[in-house]
């Protein structure tokens, strides 16, 4: 029988602003690093098969730091704009505190 992870990426740069971000392309902050390798540590004694990603940058920044800290770097990746975050509209970019 299999197991499915599901990992949300960690700190972004408008999470850290406090932002809408939805579709917007922003990439991780150093925390959101660090956290995603720790991430991958924490799975590090899982057989992992596949991995999937968003199309958005901050997806796959996590899951290549998952790979570095579990030192799973074979493991194929499949994008897809599927998994992307959902449209905020007018909120996006907008202050959320």
Not at 9 to 16: A, P, R, T
Not at 42 to 71: N, P, W, Y
Not at 80 to 96: E, M, P, Q, V, W
Request: hydrophobic share 35%.
């Amino acid at each position: 029988m299999g197991k499915l992870i599901l990992a949300r990426h960690h700190e972004s740069e408008w999470n850290k602003l406090g932002k809408w971000t939805g579709v917007t392309n922003v990439g991780l902050t150093d925390y959101g690093f660090d956290m995603s390798r720790k991430m991958g540590e924490i799975v590090k004694d899982l057989h992992i098969d596949l991995a999937f990603a968003s199309d958005q940058i901050r997806s796959l920044e996590t899951l290549l730091c998952m790979e570095d800290g579990s030192k799973c770097l074979d493991v194929p990746i499949t994008r897809s704009a599927a998994l992307n975050d959902r449209d905020y509209g007018d909120y996006t970019g907008k202050d959320k505190w």
